[in-house]
């Protein structure tokens, strides 16, 4: 259960809270963003403002809550902000999201802390004409690794996608799979 400060849920009560996030990647050269304006420091590290209130807006979590994976998506990110998100050394980098509420002028921090860690699982950048982009980020967090039995099955595609001059897994035609029959007898049908 989390506990927040007595400001943070009256600001949330009366709906005067802002709500935003922050992102931690930790690749070869890290990266530090969060939804606001300016620079803000969270843990000692100096976060670049994107003007972006969506990294507060997270999706996915819905079945299996803390397994499931986040997905951010951010939208009008500058060319400045989008070469510290432009790294070919993302895929599978440490990341930290922090949730911050702030009061409705959005000058005094109210609460602030670490909503999920895990690792980049997916880094997809759009460019449009002009100069802005789109990104979508994928965290995968440790709870969903954690269940699994093994490591995740790749297909060609996606090998490719880590190191575009491995091909060996072009040599499967596809990755295993086994049914399980959950109480019951096998199927007729199935030979």
């Given at each position: 259960?989390?506990?927040?400060?007595?400001?943070?849920?009256?600001?949330?009560?009366?709906?005067?809270?802002?709500?935003?996030?922050?992102?931690?990647?930790?690749?070869?050269?890290?990266?530090?963003?969060?939804?606001?304006?300016?620079?803000?420091?969270?843990d000692?590290?100096?976060?670049?403002?994107?003007?972006?209130?969506?990294?507060?807006?997270?999706?996915?979590?819905?079945?299996?809550?803390?397994?499931?994976?986040?997905?951010?998506t951010?939208?009008?990110?500058?060319?400045?902000?989008?070469?510290?998100?432009?790294?070919?050394?993302?895929?599978?980098?440490?990341?930290?999201?922090?949730?911050?509420?702030?009061?409705?002028?959005?000058?005094?921090?109210?609460?602030?802390?670490?909503?999920?860690?895990?690792?980049?699982?997916?880094?997809?950048?759009?460019?449009?004409?002009?100069?802005?982009?789109?990104?979508?980020?994928?965290?995968?967090?440790?709870?969903?690794?954690?269940?699994?039995?093994?490591?995740?099955?790749?297909?060609?595609?996606?090998?490719?996608?880590?190191?575009?001059?491995d091909?060996?897994?072009?040599?499967?035609?596809?990755?295993?799979?086994?049914?399980?029959?959950?109480?019951?007898?096998?199927?007729?049908?199935?030979?």
């Amino acid at each position: 259960m989390k506990v927040y400060p007595a400001p943070a849920l009256a600001a949330l009560a009366s709906g005067s809270a802002i709500v935003s996030g922050a992102l931690a990647i930790y690749a070869t050269d890290p990266a530090f963003i969060w939804g606001g304006t300016g620079t803000l420091v969270i843990d000692g590290e100096t976060y670049l403002g994107i003007d972006d209130r969506a990294i507060g807006q997270i999706t996915g979590g819905g079945i299996g809550g803390s397994q499931q994976s986040v997905e951010i998506t951010l939208s009008g990110v500058d060319p400045e902000a989008l070469e510290l998100l432009n790294e070919a050394g993302l895929q599978q980098a440490p990341a930290k999201l922090y949730r911050i509420i702030a009061d409705g002028s959005g000058r005094t921090i109210l609460d602030c802390r670490i909503y999920k860690r895990g690792r980049l699982d997916k880094v997809e950048v759009i460019e449009e004409i002009g100069g802005l982009a789109k990104v979508s980020i994928s965290i995968e967090t440790a709870a969903r690794g954690a269940g699994r039995s093994g490591k995740r099955m790749r297909s060609d595609a996606d090998q490719r996608m880590i190191d575009p001059l491995d091909g060996f897994f072009k040599h499967t035609s596809y990755a295993a799979s086994k049914v399980i029959y959950n109480g019951g007898k096998k199927s007729s049908a199935t030979g």
